[in-house]
């Protein structure tokens, strides 16, 4: 039976998080917060703005053909400087990664032996307000060293061991909003979350100096935004104006011709950048998205050291280690099972592999979300970094756009795969969870946004790009064709009587129709 295409004027995606209704700020909030807020809100707020406008132009310059592209660096960026990295720091060879609502996850990592955790209230969390609520009363717990849970087979309570592992804090990215704030204004989510925590802190609870991972930046010019939020922020509580330090995400294809722009401006706080892969894919599909040569093939075919990836995780710690801070790899998506030997074993191989990549590539430590890969993460680096290693002749202006050419394979089972999983994603957001375990991999927001940014590439040039059925047949991705496999696909999640996922039919249903209507609306940016 045909399927008549979705009313796209009644379609809803992306909601912005509010307080719940009968909130108020001054009553629900922690005492003076508001008094502390206002004047950070008045300056910041209206640049955030500008920042974003600024964004979305190099996003249409780009679709109209001028894509981002390397720019000689300033004088005051070419010379001599370099930033001396702190004693507490040195050390990163593992980062584990997960999110700040789950108390028992976060007491888990942070016993784990990684050297660093890094805390997240982004796109491994739900954005709604209860969920953000809770990330931060566990931060601000596990700070203070007094964050628990109860464990319920060994009917014992577990705190926190004291170790020297560092605590990074992600707050939520630029690009995002916090309403119920500020009267009727949109208060930028970054700085809400940055302040909620800094508010409530006192140094002499922290074993080092408070510490944040910057998400989703798009130039070095947002680098300033960050700096002076820092050091008002730092103002306001009577620190030094270079107290909080940083480490910042490069998950965005503008930022990987400005990272040394981007350190240099950030020069007082910043101790490393990260190359957050997963999203910088999505964001190169975003970059790219008018251009057929750029239609990707299936998520899982194609290899860790493809082109695209490979250059800029050679050229990241090429410019973090001339200017003296870390180099971080990414995530390793496939997850260690304690129930399956076999995918177990085969989790364990890639990480393995996947993490000696990076070391070979000369960074010094990498992401992981589970504790049974940090030791075998942790193995595969020197210690305690390889700041002091350059490459011979390494290109400082590499190619960052190989056209991915000869790379694995275009399928409508890949297609189906990245429909179902869209659906299972969100329909996990809707029952609290922001990211889930589906099939082996760990999906969090950034390997969502992947999967609706490659289904949009085969719509949009299913005419120029063939993608095959088992038969080898070409089955063009019209609008109307994807439409039924959201509905093929929702309709097998809900005959599988043996389904694990959280949630009801209804959240189901839910799940389906938003993640189409984000797709059909085009938001694609990283909520």
């Excluded at 409530?200 to 922290?206: S, T, V």
């Excluded at 089955?475 to 999640?493: A, C, G, N, R, S």
Aim: charged fraction near 25%.
């Amino acid at each position: 039976m045909a399927v008549s295409p979705p009313n796209i004027g009644s379609m809803i995606g992306f909601r912005v998080n509010h307080p719940p209704a009968g909130f108020s700020a001054e009553h629900d909030l922690a005492p003076g917060f508001t008094k502390f807020l206002a004047p950070l809100h008045e300056r910041f707020a209206p640049w955030q703005q500008t920042l974003m406008a600024d964004r979305r132009r190099v996003l249409e310059e780009a679709h109209a053909g001028r894509q981002p592209a390397h720019l000689y660096p300033s004088s005051q960026v070419r010379n001599g400087w370099r930033i001396e990295l702190l004693d507490w720091c040195q050390d990163q060879r593992n980062q584990m990664t997960g999110p700040a609502d789950e108390a028992e996850l976060v007491v888990k990592m942070l016993n784990s032996g990684a050297p660093g955790v890094m805390v997240d209230l982004e796109d491994s969390m739900v954005n709604e307000w209860e969920h953000q609520r809770l990330g931060v009363e566990n931060i601000l717990s596990a700070l203070r060293g007094a964050l628990t849970y109860f464990d319920t087979k060994r009917d014992k309570l577990v705190s926190i061991k004291p170790s020297s592992t560092v605590i990074w804090i992600r707050p939520r990215g630029l690009h995002m909003q916090q309403g119920g704030i500020v009267g009727h204004a949109m208060t930028p989510a970054s700085l809400f979350d940055v302040a909620s925590i800094v508010y409530r802190i006192d140094p002499g609870e922290l074993r080092h100096p408070l510490s944040f991972y910057i998400p989703k930046s798009e130039s070095a010019e947002e680098a300033l935004w960050w700096r002076d939020l820092f050091q008002a922020i730092a103002e306001a509580r009577g620190w030094p104006r270079n107290y909080i330090k940083c480490m910042a995400l490069v998950e965005s294809h503008p930022l990987a011709f400005q990272m040394e722009e981007f350190i240099y401006n950030l020069r007082d706080h910043i101790v490393g950048l990260d190359l957050g892969r997963w999203d910088y894919m999505a964001s190169l599909i975003h970059f790219n998205l008018s251009d057929p040569e750029w239609v990707l093939p299936d998520r899982n075919t194609i290899p860790h050291d493809v082109p695209f990836f490979q250059n800029l995780r050679e050229l990241l710690p090429e410019i973090c280690h001339k200017r003296g801070v870390l180099a971080i790899g990414g995530m390793t998506a496939l997850f260690p099972s304690r129930e399956d030997p076999e995918l177990n074993a085969r989790a364990l191989d890639v990480l393995r592999k996947d993490k000696k990549n990076e070391a070979d590539s000369l960074m010094d430590g990498a992401w992981t979300g589970h504790p049974d890969q940090n030791q075998i993460a942790i193995e595969q680096f020197p210690f305690p970094n390889q700041i002091q290693a350059r490459r011979s002749q390494a290109e400082r202006y590499p190619d960052l756009r190989p056209v991915p050419t000869n790379v694995g394979r275009r399928t409508l089972a890949g297609t189906r795969a990245a429909v179902k999983t869209v659906i299972r994603y969100r329909n996990g957001v809707l029952n609290g969870k922001g990211a889930s375990l589906l099939d082996g991999y760990m999906e969090d927001l950034a390997t969502d946004r992947i999967y609706r940014l490659m289904i949009a590439q085969r719509m949009r040039h299913s005419d120029e790009v063939g993608v095959s059925d088992d038969s080898g047949a070409i089955v063009k991705h019209t609008p109307e064709f994807i439409t039924q496999l959201f509905d093929q696909e929702l309709e097998k999640l809900l005959s599988n009587p043996g389904r694990t996922d959280l949630g009801t039919v209804e959240t189901y249903r839910e799940a389906r129709r938003v993640s189409e209507a984000m797709l059909v609306n085009g938001e694609f940016d990283p909520v």
